[in-house]
Structures are given as C-alpha cells and as structure tokens.
C-alpha cells in the first residue's frame, strides 16, 4: 500500500469516527447483528477467542440444563417432607410451587424473615415477608434509609438450585404469619410455650436442601426420569468437538459426584458417531469432579484419581500430568493450573454461580469468564416486548430535569408537577416489573439494577442463556464491550458550547505569567545553581505509541502477537494540542 493510500485509508477512519460519534449512533451501530437475540452472547469485557487456549465447563445448570419447572417442582416437594420430619405442620403440604414468585439474586434476613431485592450498594428496592410484599413505611421501620449491609445475618440466593427453598420460606413465612395458632413477634413466631425464629426456619429448610441434594435422594430420582428433569442439546457435542478441533483444550470442572457426572453427561453425550459408539469422556481433555468450588479456587481439597469401573477414590494424593479419559476427584485451582500448563487469561471458564464459578475464579486465578443465565431469554423478550415502558420511564426522568433546569438555591419551592411525574414514574416501575414476575426483573427494578446485575457486569466477561451459544462465533472472534459512557459524558449535549473553565486554567495569560514568573523567582532564589555537563529532560514528551493494552490478552513473548509497537505510531502532533510547561 503506497503512502497516498494509507494517508486515505486513514482519513476514511476518522470520518467514520466522527460519524459515530453521538451516543445514540453507538448504541445503534452495537445492535446490528446477524445473531438473532436467543443465539447471542453479551460482552462486559472486551475478550478474544483466539487467545483462549482452555475451556472449562461446570455441569449443572451450565452443560446440564435443568427444565424448569418440573426439577423445581421436584425440589420443592422433597424439601417440603424433610422439614414435615423436622416437625412441620402437615398443612404445608397444599402449597404449589409458584415458578412466578421466587428470583435469583434474592437476600434473606434471617433476623426478620424478610426476602430482600437490593442494588448494587445495598439499597433496598422491595422487601416481601412471606407473600406480603411491605410498603415504604413498613420498610423504614425496620431498615433506617432502605440500606442493609451483607454481613453474617444475610443469606445471599446465588445459583438457580435455590429458587424451590426461597419459595418454601415464603410459604412457611406466610403460614406462620396467618394462622391464628401462632403469634407472630419481630424476630419469631410463638405457639405455646414455643418459639421458632425466622433464623430457625432458615436453618431448617436449608438444611434439608443440604440433605436431599447430600443423600443423592433428588440425584436418584432425576436419574430415573433423565429425560423429564435434563434438557439434552444437540449442538453441545459440536461445540466440545469445534473447540479441540482448534487446538484448544477442554476440561469439566464440577461440584458434583462421579456417578452422577456419569449419569448425566452420558445422557447428553453418549452416542454414535462415523458408526463407532463414543464415550462422553472423549470429549474432554481433563475431568475433575467433586471440585467443592469456591474452596477450589481458595486452599482446595487433595487430588485424587478415580476409577471410573468402580466409581471409587485411588490411594494417595496423585502428583502426575493429567490425562485424557481419565477422571479426577478435588484439587484445587492452583495445583490443576500448574499440571495442564494453563497461565490464567488463557482459561475461559464457563458455569451458572455467579459466586462459586465467576467470581471466584476472576479473583482467584484472572480466568476470564462466561456466565449461563438461563432465565435471561425471558428478561429478553419482556423487555423487548415492553421496551415502550423503560422508554416511559426514561422520558419521565427527562421530563423532571427540563422541569427543574430553570431552578437554583434561591427558589423556595419547585413545580407542583414533579409530585405527579413521580407517581408516574412509580407506577410505571411497577407495571414493568410484574410482567417479569412477582418480584420483578433479575437484573433492574425500573431504572436500578440490582446487586445481581452489578455483579454479572463486574465478573462475567461474558454471558448467554446458554453454553451452547458459544457455538454460533467463530474461534478468532474479538467480543467487544459497548463503550460505557459515565453520567458527565452522556448526558451533555455534544453540541452545547463550554462557558466554563478548566480547573487550573488562569484567568488571563498575562495573570499566568505574572504569577508563574513570582512563584519561580521565589523558589530559584532558594536554589543552589549547579553546572551540569549533560543536557537534562525537564518534562515529559507526548506519547507516541498507544499506551494501553486493556484489550490485549496475549503472552508478551508470543510471536502470534497482534502488532508491534512501531505499528501503533501514528501522528498525534496533528490531532493533540500539547504545550510543555516553560520557564
């Protein structure tokens, strides 16, 4: 390419450049895709498949996904007759599971028996005490200024396993609440002589859910009725066989036992192939099961190799290079990433718990992440069908600035019509929130997300319904995040001028000049004058290379590396006013 081509090619950029420069135009441009919405994946960090040279998968709810409502409805009624063994009334048995009610992300309080649906800094958004839902008076009363710290006495309802116990606390809640042979106090209910705390209720539901999920109980009758509880995909096998077929590894990394590993990956896996019958360990290079994550990724367990005709543990902690078809029991993250050579970002993991999967291994190890939302094609398709109202909502909130632009300190009062736009606004929330569900969106209440969104877009590089949609982008595609514009940079007007200074601009030159010329007589006046042979650099030069690298993943002594850095020179003297400061 000759230098009037590239001096072309450039000036077509910048036009570009400028072209997109609006907010909206941004926004417009990120939603044009071949992918239709079900297939897509959603970036919160810029990633680069070409870089990943590990894939590792979680099972439950991420390679094996459960159908819901039936593994729900499961849940729900062995719990119920673990706690009815506890003692229980046997009333509690006319409950039906409400799919619509319980949502991911939910914080209990166990000192008060409340279900509490927060943002990203522990404001409260909704609280509901069994099936009553609290007004903002009520809430006061017991959270000073809606605000409630993480600490010991809050239970934070992480993975989609604990959709059936949030509902079965609800309904033991609301049971206790209004049936006429118990009182209810702050903290507990009474009946008799006896107390029984919302802390207690807690402790007793969750561990029965302990115990089914411990006993195998509910893993058994899954198993029996495998095609009733798992939903097979066909496309997983293709996905596990594109990736290695790209010179990437793949590996399982699951909580669960190797009998049930077996069980399941078999059923989604197992199969015939070029007419010779394959087994679902072929489809991986490495298999640890009973991983106990997050421990895994903190000090872990010993590592232990499994005899898959027996399903039973060897003898002694095994030391050796991992290998393929064979199946590992524990570890732990540090010792694994030694025996397959992984460094760190070059490991994409992929599971559901926002927790044990994607936060952990982001802290621990730098794993980049994806996280399966299985219940974001929903959020999707009500937000999209209902888009009208966030659209309400945001011109609400615009309406309320235009309304108060012309007020300063010296008004005593503002519009009357605020009052009203603001129950607009509430009511508007609502309506949008209920056609999510009982207690809303996973993700926002309105216009606040929630702590459960603030934390996929702090851990989750990535995220999708599914793993499987890993498989609709090709292995060299670059995920790039949409640009995230703070409060000050989208919300002024681009065309508004700047009738203001900068911090540290002086009023006039001639101001700067004098003052710049007292405060150095002053400080030379101090200083011993010294000769010196060699020139000396008294400030710094302007950059001449790109400086960042927040989208480069690779190894430093790859040769496959992008650019060098003489690549990156481009002139900058043209398109940035830089004026050292002079004596």
């Not at 997983?236 to 069980?263: C, G, M, Q």
């Not at 909502?393 to 019509?417: K, N, V, W």
Request: charged letters at 25%; glycine letters at 6%.
């Amino acid at each position: 390419m000759t230098d009037d081509q590239t001096d072309s090619e450039m000036k077509r950029s910048d036009a570009t450049r400028e072209s997109l420069s609006s907010d909206a135009e941004l926004r417009k441009r990120s939603m044009r895709t071949k992918r239709e919405p079900g297939h897509r994946i959603f970036v919160n960090r810029s990633l680069q498949l070409d870089r990943i040279k590990f894939y590792g998968f979680d099972m439950d709810y991420t390679l094996a996904l459960y159908k819901s409502p039936e593994f729900e409805e499961l849940t729900f009624q062995l719990v119920t007759d673990e706690v009815i063994g506890l003692g229980y009334p046997e009333e509690i048995r006319q409950f039906i599971y409400d799919r619509t009610f319980p949502l991911r992300g939910l914080w209990y309080d166990k000192l008060y028996g409340n279900f509490l649906k927060v943002d990203a800094y522990g404001n409260i958004l909704t609280v509901v005490h069994g099936f009553r839902f609290l007004n903002g008076h009520e809430v006061r009363e017991i959270y000073p200024n809606k605000y409630i710290v993480g600490d010991d006495r809050i239970y934070v309802h992480y993975t989609l396993f604990n959709l059936p116990e949030i509902y079965l606390m609800a309904c033991l809640i609301d049971y206790f609440s209004t049936v006429a042979t118990y009182v209810e106090a702050r903290t507990a209910v009474q009946f008799g002589g006896n107390i029984l705390t919302f802390r207690a209720i807690f402790n007793d539901v969750r561990n029965s859910v302990e115990r089914i999920h411990g006993k195998g109980k509910l893993k058994e009758m899954v198993c029996q009725n495998i095609e009733k509880y798992i939903h097979k995909d066909e496309q997983l096998p293709v996905l596990l066989d594109r990736i290695r077929s790209h010179n990437a590894k793949t590996f399982l990394l699951t909580n669960s036992e190797y009998w049930y590993t077996e069980k399941l990956m078999t059923y989604l896996l197992n199969g015939i192939q070029n007419n010779v019958q394959r087994d679902w360990k072929s489809y991986f290079d490495f298999i640890i099961v009973d991983a106990q994550k997050p421990l895994f990724f903190a000090e872990g367990t010993t590592l232990r190799i499994i005899d898959p005709q027996t399903g039973s543990m060897k003898l002694g902690s095994y030391a050796g290079q991992l290998q393929q078809n064979e199946v590992y029991s524990g570890g732990s993250c540090e010792v694994v990433s030694k025996l397959i050579g992984s460094m760190g970002k070059d490991v994409l993991y992929v599971g559901d718990h926002i927790f044990g999967d994607i936060i952990k291994s982001k802290k621990q190890k730098a794993w980049r992440t994806m996280l399966v939302v299985p219940e974001l094609n929903h959020e999707l398709k009500v937000f999209h069908e209902k888009r009208d109202l966030f659209n309400t909502l945001e011109s609400l909130d615009t309406t309320i600035s235009e309304l108060l632009r012309s007020f300063d300190m010296t008004s005593s009062h503002g519009p009357d019509a605020v009052n009203r736009i603001k129950q607009k606004i509430q009511q508007c929330t609502h309506e949008l929130d209920m056609n999510f569900g009982l207690l809303g969106s996973l993700f926002r209440t309105g216009s606040r997300q929630t702590h459960f969104a603030s934390q996929v877009t702090r851990f989750a590089d990535i995220y999708a319904s599914t793993a499987v949609n890993l498989v609709y982008y090709p292995f060299f595609y670059f995920f790039r995040a949409v640009p995230q514009l703070m409060p000050h940079e989208s919300t002024v007007d681009p065309e508004e001028p700047m009738h203001f200074k900068s911090w540290g601009e002086e009023p006039t030159q001639a101001d700067s000049v004098e003052r710049r010329r007292s405060t150095l007589d002053q400080v030379y006046a101090t200083i011993p004058r010294l000769n010196h042979s060699l020139s000396m650099q008294v400030s710094p030069d302007l950059p001449l290379y790109v400086t960042h690298d927040h989208d480069a993943d690779e190894d430093p002594d790859d040769e496959k590396s992008l650019f060098n850095d003489q690549d990156l020179v481009f002139d900058l003297r043209s398109k940035i006013t830089y004026n050292p400061p002079k004596k």
